[in-house]
């Protein structure tokens, strides 16, 4: 089992930054890939960014240049530097991890894009 706990959303201006941060736990290897969907209110959750444990990353089109993850493998965490933020970069971001298959997620952190 592995718990996931994200910290570091909030409210911010349209061109803002912010960024969010993953912290790991359980008794469990974590040699698994990790990252990051968002749910907008009224949409489906849609994938963000992950990481691999080696350090490979995927971002999905619409951060693409803007967001950039990565992953602290003795501390166990895994961040998301969120650059040039826009009013549709509004969702709750959830960080997940890959485990033999399954997802596991953590709670949610909002993230608020307004002027």
């Known amino acids: 089992q592995v718990q996931l706990v994200e910290s570091g959303g909030g409210l911010v201006q349209p061109g803002g930054y912010l960024r969010l941060s993953c912290a790991a736990s359980?008794?469990?290897?974590?040699?698994?890939?990790m990252g990051w969907f968002r749910q907008a209110p009224g949409k489906q959750r849609e994938f963000v960014a992950r990481v691999t444990y080696g350090g490979s990353t995927n971002d999905a089109d619409s951060v693409k240049d803007r967001f950039t993850i990565s992953r602290d493998n003795a501390k166990n965490t895994v961040n998301l530097q969120m650059n040039s933020l826009k009013p549709e970069d509004t969702a709750v971001y959830y960080c997940?991890?890959?485990?033999?298959?399954?997802?596991?997620w953590g709670q949610g952190t909002q993230v608020t894009v307004s002027s």
């Open positions: 359980g008794s469990i290897s974590n040699t698994y890939p």
């Open positions: 997940y991890a890959l485990i033999k298959f399954s997802y596991y």
